[in-house]
């Protein structure tokens, strides 16, 4: 019974800046890696960013030198800081966090998603 929150999407015009928040809550012994996904009206969902539990990142291409991932280990949450912001990224961004939740057992756990929308 893992829970993630998200937080922090809205409205904001082209250039401007939001920072995205995912908290997971719950029994959780530690968390291998967390990561946001993004998904826009008739589009596939994708990879946004990810980080592991030892701090590697990874960016899409789209994002990369204007997104920013980090994570907080003890409060179990991470942040997605987004610079520079384009119409294009406009979707609904979800958070996806991979917990382990004893010795043998992995989940894969999303969060309920975000709207961010880039408009003037």
């Known amino acids: 019974q893992v829970q993630l929150v998200e937080s922090g999407g809205g409205l904001v015009q082209p250039g401007g800046s939001l920072r995205l928040s995912c908290a997971a809550s719950?029994?959780?012994?530690?968390?291998?890696?967390m990561g946001w996904y993004r998904q826009a009206p008739g589009k596939e969902r994708e990879l946004v960013a990810s980080?592991?539990?030892?701090?590697?990142?990874n960016y899409a291409d789209s994002v990369k030198g204007r997104f920013t991932i980090s994570r907080d280990n003890a409060k179990n949450t991470v942040y997605l800081q987004m610079n520079s912001l384009k119409p294009e990224d406009t979707a609904v961004y979800y958070c996806?966090?991979?917990?382990?939740?004893?010795?043998?057992?992995?989940?894969?756990?999303w969060g309920q998603g975000t709207q961010v929308t880039v408009s003037s």
């Open positions: 980080i592991t539990s030892g701090g590697s990142t």
């Open positions: 996806n966090v991979e917990a382990q939740l004893s010795r043998l057992l992995l989940r894969e756990y």
């Open positions: 719950g029994s959780i012994f530690s968390i291998n890696a």
